[in-house]
């Protein structure tokens, strides 16, 4: 079982898996702002890694954010989607723009995509990567990478500190079942 205990290590996974590497370089190829291909494609890989499955668990949707203030018609974000299905058909890509999802989310507005990422439900989940020029790897981890190496989920500060967001974040353990795959994670609740 490989050892998976800094942000270069979780980069070096990604960097040797051909699907994630290929999945990027396609979310790069929209050549959008402030992108990034977030939560379970980053997450999923490292608990995989720490449980040492051979095989990459499914995952329900590759979700690439970005922020555009300019072009928030959600139309837009179905024809990137359409656009990502005619590069990589089999992978089931989410496209939003996170200048509008704090009205979907009815929270205040985002002022970038890593804001909004810092804003995510679990602080394992609150992790993005994406291409930079050089087609080098770029990891952000707003809320730390301590709880995702450690396998631990908890709220983040956003959902701890905002007794509105309690039951969104107990709602989604419960829907998610994550222990039912990843049986070694810890699941701390509010």
Not at 111 to 130: H, N, Q, Y
Request: glycine share 2%; with cysteine.
């Amino acid at each position: 079982m490989a050892m998976v205990t800094t942000k270069e290590d979780v980069i070096k996974l990604i960097q040797d898996d051909d699907e994630m590497m290929n999945i990027l370089s396609a979310a790069k190829a929209l050549n959008l702002p402030d992108w990034w291909i977030c939560a379970g494609f980053v997450r999923s890989k490292i608990w995989d890694t720490l449980h040492g499955f051979n095989k990459r668990t499914e995952i329900e949707d590759v979700d690439v954010i970005y922020f555009d203030k300019e072009n928030t018609d959600e139309l837009t974000e179905k024809n990137l989607e359409n656009t990502l299905r005619g590069i990589l058909p089999n992978v089931p890509w989410s496209v939003k723009n996170e200048a509008r999802m704090h009205v979907v989310n009815q929270v205040p507005p985002y002022s970038s995509s890593e804001d909004a990422i810092s804003k995510f439900p679990e602080t394992a989940t609150s992790l993005g990567v994406k291409l930079d020029e050089e087609n080098n790897i770029v990891l952000t981890a707003p809320c730390g990478m301590e709880d995702v190496i450690h396998l631990k989920v908890k709220p983040t500060a956003y959902f701890r500190n905002s007794q509105k967001h309690h039951a969104i974040y107990e709602e989604r353990i419960m829907k998610k079942n994550w222990k039912s795959i990843w049986y070694k994670i810890e699941v701390h609740h509010i």
